[in-house]
DNA sequence: CCATGCCGTCATTCTAATACCGGTTCAACC
DNA sequence: GGTTGAACCGGTATTAGAATGACGGCATGG
């Protein structure tokens, strides 16, 4: 196919993603942070709001330069399963992409 | 604007990033890294070329797990400038970003 | 009252991701 | 020598989404 549109888990990876992104950014404004990373304040909102649920790899690589974040740490954070007790429901349909 | 169309940097800057990814794919083929990251091979090639330069964040993710890369190696290695001797010409036009 | 900060929506342009095609190179094999 | 296969490349086409801007709305606080 051409570029299937983003599976549910896509999207609420997406939403992980941003709500680390929002945590990090802490009391200041998303102004000051687009600003400080070289990105539009819209943008950086879709991102924290999940309605950019996979931006470009250095465009977040500016926004954890930004907000002095490690990229393998964001990856964890916004990771797939928060330890869902191993051999309980197998929950079909994860993506682990992370391994 | 609306999506300004990639500078020369940022396109030059994907041709490192590529670079960097096939170098450390090593002697294993393009459909197997593909296969393992999650992605297609047409994609993989792509990056690898430089002809998708500012690929998303997770599927530069997906292929550093199958890499067995680090995302903040991956940042570094495919960085902006190699020591330009700090002092000669300024350059207008460098975009840091990963600062 | 007005500024700040965030949200929703609409509109626009460029690009990522995917697939398919043929072409090339290089090796092994008949 | 011819051919077969693997692996990569360049081009083309398609769809969905990133990135950006602009307008209006809604709180909160001076």
Same mark, same amino acid.
Do not use: Q, W, Y
């Given at each position: 196919?051409?570029?299937?549109?983003?599976?549910?888990?896509?999207r609420?990876r997406?939403?992980?993603?941003?709500?680390?992104l929002?945590?990090?950014?802490?009391?200041?404004?998303?102004?000051? /942070? !687009? @600003?400080? &990373? +070289?990105?539009?304040?819209?943008?950086?909102?879709?991102?924290? %709001?999940?309605? $950019? =649920?996979? *931006?470009a790899?250095?465009? /977040? !690589? @500016?926004l &954890? +330069?930004?907000?002095?974040l490690?990229?393998?740490?964001?990856? %964890?954070?916004? $990771? =797939?399963? *928060?330890?869902?007790?191993p051999?309980s429901?197998?929950?079909?349909?994860?993506?682990?992409?992370?391994?």
């Open positions: 196919m051409v570029r299937n549109p983003l599976t549910p888990e896509e609420r997406g939403e992980r993603l941003g709500e680390v929002r945590e990090a950014r802490g009391g200041r404004s998303m102004v000051a /942070v !687009a @600003a400080s &990373a +070289g990105i539009s304040a819209e943008t950086l909102r879709k991102i924290e %709001t999940g309605r $950019a =649920p996979t *931006p790899f250095f465009t /977040v !690589a @500016a &954890a +330069g930004a907000l002095g490690s990229m393998d740490e964001l990856l %964890t954070h916004c $990771a =797939p399963a *928060p330890a869902p007790v051999g429901l197998p929950e079909p349909g994860v993506l682990p992409l992370t391994a």
